[in-house]
């Protein structure tokens, strides 16, 4: 079965620093990559996914991801971040299954907190 | 844009109630999940749905039933609550066709059992 990890459980970051948020998965093949957003009290809507092709993708809100097969991560990045980024990040794989329907995977999450 | 619409934000229910939270999503998607969330342990999939009437359990079902009798809604059944579900509630829906399609989510219920 797939897993996914996200190492951090809090991320402290001041505001217009660089972020990066790490995700590392374990599966046989390369399955379908995501990160959601969570704003408190809210559902999870999503930034940005990986299916195949250009291993950098662009992402709503200024935000981008790197797939990297050999080391089996899939880590977010924003270059400058705003204080309402602050919230949970979650990263997710999904196996394709040519029909019904696969729930995703997550990780644990990662809590992003913004200093002023 | 994509709506799924959980209908209850916030409820508090006594142990042994039986309990119904209900999801309804507006663009006609044939593919449903109900997940639970909880501090330190992020979503975990209760029960999905890829038809009306077609259910799959997913890790976490003990517990839990569902009822789809359409497909713009979804209902998650605890049968006899218990302090334990306590908990988040996220409805889910995407359209057929494997795991890459996005999945899009409802707002969440919070679930008190005391």
């Known amino acids: 079965a797939q897993s996914v990890t996200q190492p951090d459980i809090h991320i402290t970051v001041s505001e217009g620093a660089s972020l990066e948020l790490r995700c590392n998965y374990s599966y046989g093949a390369t399955p379908y990559l995501f990160w959601y957003v969570q704003s408190p009290g809210q559902g999870l809507q999503l930034l940005l996914k990986?299916?195949?092709?250009?291993?950098l993708v662009q992402g709503i809100k200024g935000f981008e991801a790197e797939f990297k097969r050999s080391q089996s991560s899939f880590n977010l990045r924003k270059p400058s971040v705003h204080w309402s980024d602050a919230a949970e990040y979650f990263c997710a794989v999904g196996l394709y299954s040519g029909g019904g329907a696969d729930g995703l995977t997550f990780g644990k999450g990662t809590h992003l907190i913004i200093q002023p | 844009d994509v709506k799924v619409t959980q209908s209850s934000r916030y409820l508090v229910k006594r142990t042994g109630e039986k309990v119904f939270l209900e999801c309804v999503q507006d663009m006609d998607h044939e593919n449903m999940f109900w997940y639970r969330q909880d501090p330190g342990l992020g979503l975990r999939l209760i029960y999905f749905?890829?038809?009306?009437?077609?259910?799959e359990k997913g890790d976490i079902a003990e517990g839990y039933s569902v009822s789809r009798e359409k497909k713009e809604r979804f209902s998650l059944i605890l049968e006899s609550a218990s302090t334990n579900q306590t908990s988040m509630y996220l409805c889910?829906?995407?359209?057929?066709?494997?795991?890459?399609?996005?999945?899009?989510f409802g707002e969440g219920s919070w679930l008190t059992v005391v």
């Open positions: 990986y299916f195949s092709g250009d291993t």
């Open positions: 749905s890829y038809d009306v009437k077609m259910k």
């Open positions: 889910a829906s995407s359209l057929s066709g494997g795991s890459g399609n996005t999945i899009y």
